[in-house]
T-cell receptor, first 113, second 115 residues
Framework: DAKTTQPTSMDCAEGRAANLPCNHSTISGNEYVYWYRQIHSQGPQYIIHGLKNNETNEMASLIITEDRKSSTLILPHATLRDTAVYYCIVRGNSGGSNYKLTFGKGTLLTVNP | GAGVSQSPSNKVTEKGKDVELRCDPISGHTALYWYRQSLGQGLEFLIYFQGNSAPDKSGLPSDRFSAERTGGSVSTLTIQRTQQEDSAVYLC?????????????FGPGTRLTVL
């Protein structure tokens, strides 16, 4: 799987949009971008994933650049409960051994009141 | 719908004892995974079950670790003769492989402490 690079930490004011960047310059054509988050002492929570088109669900939006070398996770109205470590992962689709998820260091997002 | 559930949420045991950790996957999910996460560390893959296929046990750290999945649903991870280095959060995930991607959904984990 391609390697990702994320900032170590970010701060965001409550109610504002949180924009979390991720670089994945070595991504290959069949690899998806996944985002998970992990709130302290809880299991990882799936947020969203995409291949090349922008995606939106009830939790967040995912913006993937045209060259697919980077992406941004957007939490449109951050709340204090969004404080967590956010992981950007690049992995192939089902098949082979792509099921072995590995998380890097991620970005610690702190939402401040 | 109901997510992945794990029990117990916390387990404290003495060195040398055996422990069993349980995972109930999301109903209908054919794939089940076990990971562990040590303090401040990333995910460590342990084992993968997919339907009736032979499990991928390549991540199990020693022969003290074993897992089974009965009836294609509930899974139990067993650690025999626990050691202090086994202390970690043990995470279970499940996925449906009917689509092009197999998004893994995690349970809350079992925090194991070996004294």
């Amino acid at each position: 799987d391609a390697k990702t690079t994320q900032p170590t930490s970010m701060d965001c004011a409550e109610g504002r949009a949180a924009n979390l960047p991720c670089n994945h310059s070595t991504i290959s054509g069949n690899e998806y971008v996944y985002w998970y988050r992990q709130i302290h002492s809880q299991g990882p929570q799936y947020i969203i994933h995409g291949l090349k088109n922008n995606e939106t669900n009830e939790m967040a939006s995912l913006i993937i650049t045209e060259d697919r070398k980077s992406s941004t996770l957007i939490l449109p109205h951050a709340t204090l409960r969004d404080t967590a470590v956010y992981y950007c992962i690049v992995r192939g689709n089902s098949g082979g051994s792509n099921y072995k998820l590995t998380f890097g260091k991620g970005t610690l997002l702190t939402v401040n009141p | 719908g109901a997510g992945v559930s794990q029990s117990p949420s916390n387990k404290v045991t003495e060195k040398g004892k055996d422990v069993e950790l349980r995972c109930d996957p999301i109903s209908g999910h054919t794939a089940l995974y076990w990971y562990r996460q040590s303090l401040g560390q990333g995910l460590e893959f342990l084992i993968y079950f997919q339907g009736n296929s032979a499990p991928d046990k390549s991540g199990l750290p020693s022969d003290r670790f074993s897992a089974e999945r009965t009836g294609g649903s509930v899974s139990t991870l067993t650690i025999q003769r626990t050691q202090q280095e086994d202390s970690a959060v043990y995470l279970c995930a499940s996925s449906s492989t009917s689509g092009r991607t197999d998004t893994q959904y995690f349970g809350p984990g079992t925090r194991l402490t070996v004294l």
